[in-house]
């Protein structure tokens, strides 16, 4: 697949290891089954992809599984070799694959809750010229976030395992209010499988 200037992505963050949902690793929470029947992980990457023209999934290179799954699925699943190194290291492998984008919604496969409506409604804000755009629910802001390529080059600076967070302290942000819990809500416990 190639990804034209022209194009928004949509990177899915799917390379984490989850210990804080099971301490062994033994159980991957990302393939682990909602209340509706679906799995974690395809759930958040059905959601990107019925909005975002590419899709593209970051797994590590240990979760054979999870990267099987999503190319059954017909996703495109790379591998980030330097998935353990944190966050940042999974999403600037996802940027380096589709470095030709025209912007990223960037979102984390742990977030299955996150609703269409809203990915839509990052879109179209970065699509009339934000730069950075962030969903608010009732005065706080959540996931998924959006950036225009403008910060790429900041983008691929990043490391550990706060994600883009500081960009979003540093530059100008567009908050964007949804009515979606969704975008406070991971699995971070086998609990929060029927959380909503």
Request: glycine share 8%; proline share 6%.
């Amino acid at each position: 697949m190639t990804f034209s200037p022209a194009s928004w992505t949509g990177i899915l963050l799917a390379a984490g290891r989850g210990r804080r949902f099971d301490s062994q690793g033994v159980e991957d929470k990302l393939q682990q089954t909602l209340p509706d029947g679906h799995q974690v992980a395809l759930t958040s990457a059905q959601h990107l992809s019925s909005v975002m023209e590419h899709v593209v999934v970051v797994v590590r290179p240990d979760n054979q599984a999870l990267y099987q799954q999503f190319q059954r699925q017909l996703y495109e699943a790379v591998i980030c070799p330097d998935a353990d190194q944190g966050m940042a290291a999974s999403l600037t492998c996802g940027l380096r694959h589709t470095a030709c984008s025209k912007g990223w919604i960037i979102a984390l496969a742990d977030m299955p809750f996150v609703k269409s409506a809203t990915i839509q409604a990052l879109l179209r804000e970065l699509e009339k010229g934000a730069d950075i755009v962030v969903p608010v629910f009732k005065g706080q802001r959540g996931n998924p976030v959006g950036f225009s390529r403008k910060y790429l080059p900041e983008l691929l600076t990043l490391s550990g395992d706060r994600g883009a967070r500081g960009l979003l302290q540093q530059f100008p942000v567009l908050e964007v209010p949804v009515d979606d819990a969704g975008i406070l809500q991971d699995i971070d416990l086998p609990t929060d499988l029927s959380a909503q």
